[in-house]
């Protein structure tokens, strides 16, 4: 009912502004403005008469004062019968009735497209309507279940054999870390977070209390990719296991923050995203998807004088969702294939990860990992050109130009 009483407040208000005009004559008792124009008009006729009998003028002049005068006589005359007919005429009636027009046709035009029947959400009702969502969210396998499938391009055929090869490895040594890690990353690669996600979730109870924050953190996301960005009860596990770890995890911070979102609580989101903007650096994948929404989410916490921190440390643009190319690990995981299958393998990922630095741009870090890779499969002239491109790219970044330059330096291309 308040709202109904604050529109009623607000109509009258601007009702009484606008109809103002037509009511100023006849609450005030003020005379129009052409009603004085007509009294001064009128004193200069007679002036003009005095200083002809005193003779401070000629006839001739008199005469063209007299026609002058008369025409803003005549004209004034005109405004002044306009104005009463406004004030005391049917105009003011007319004026009212369009008023009324416009306020009964607003209030059916909510009637007919607007929430008439919708009850007032008080704080605590929504509070409580944000826990019991909470409560009773799905499951992970219904949130997979409902989610939709990614469109993905066609994998090379090549690189679908080597990952084939590289399940069926997994199967006689189910419990080699390198290996889960690498399942992992390249099933996600593909799209089968599921797939990833279960990889994933074996490393992590291989290692048991010796897995890190940033592995508990890891199978949250795929958990959450899997559910098509919906965080469940299970994957919100993954991420307190990984703050407890670790209070200041980045990937489980945003993640954090992003569930609160998700159950309606930017009061509770807002302060998580702020400080690990505050802490973060361009380069970290959270900031930009955080910087893209943190102004509208301190308006709905109530802090709307919030103002993002500056940039610090920023770099070129990262590659979307692509994930990262090969490391030290994932070279290492594929011992169990033959020398030429893994040689293969290899090659594969590397020219992968130059393919899409080429076309799409990335990180740093992802320039230093493609220069040392080359160095490993012997491409020493062609990890030194790599190096060179990089150096332009990140000519105006001084510390993007020192990480790919430490990497060319420890790759002995430098």
């Known amino acids: 009912m308040m709202l109904w009483f604050i529109c009623a407040a607000l109509v009258i208000i601007v009702g009484i502004t606008i109809f103002l005009p037509f009511l100023r004559a006849s609450l005030t008792g003020a005379e129009p403005a052409a009603a004085y124009d007509l009294r001064v008009y009128r004193d200069q006729l007679r002036e003009v008469e005095r200083d002809l009998e005193r003779g401070v003028i000629e006839p001739g002049d008199a005469e063209r004062l007299r026609i002058e005068i008369g025409r803003k006589v005549l004209e004034a005359d005109r405004q002044l019968g306009a104005a009463r007919k406004i004030s005391a005429g049917p105009n003011k ?25 919708l009850p007032d959400e008080p704080i605590k ?6 826990e019991a969502r909470y409560a009773s969210r799905p499951s992970q396998a219904e949130a997979e279940a409902a989610a939709p499938k990614p469109a993905l391009g066609t994998p090379d055929p090549d690189y679908l054999a080597l990952i084939e090869k590289l399940r069926e490895a997994m199967k006689e040594r189910p419990d080699d870390p390198q290996g889960l890690a690498l399942l992992a990353e390249h099933e996600a690669r593909l799209g089968n977070f599921h797939a990833a996600y279960e990889a994933q979730a074996h490393l992590v109870a291989v290692r048991g209390d010796a897995a890190s924050a940033e592995d508990h953190a890891r199978l949250a996301a795929l958990m959450v990719d899997a559910a098509g960005g919906f965080i469940s009860a299970q994957s919100e596990a993954e991420v307190v296991k990984a703050l407890q770890l670790d209070a200041k995890n980045g990937q489980a911070l945003y993640m954090a923050g992003l569930l609160q979102i998700q159950n309606g609580r930017a009061d509770r989101a807002f302060p998580i995203w702020a400080n690990l903007l505050a802490d973060s650096s361009e380069t970290d994948p959270w900031t930009a998807p955080i910087r893209a929404t943190i102004t509208d989410l301190a308006w709905f916490a109530g802090e709307p004088n919030y103002t993002p921190p500056e940039a610090k440390g920023a770099m070129p643009a990262l590659p979307g969702t692509a994930l990262p190319g090969p490391d030290a690990n994932a070279v290492a995981a594929a011992q169990d294939m033959t020398p030429e299958e893994r040689q293969k393998m290899i090659e594969s990922m590397v020219e992968g990860l130059e393919s899409r630095l080429a076309t799409e741009g990335g990180t740093p870090d992802e320039w230093a990992r493609l220069i040392s890779s080359l160095v490993i499969l012997g491409k020493t002239d062609h990890a030194r050109a790599i190096w060179q491109e990089a150096q332009t790219r990140f000519a105006s970044v001084p510390q993007a130009l020192e990480l790919v330059n430490d990497a060319a330096t420890k790759a002995g291309v430098k």
């Open 93 to 117: 009636i007319w004026g009212l009735a369009a008023l009324l027009l416009v306020a009964v046709g607003a209030f059916a035009l909510y009637q007919r497209i607007g929430q008439p029947g």
């Open 125 to 130: 009702a929504r509070f409580a309507a944000a």
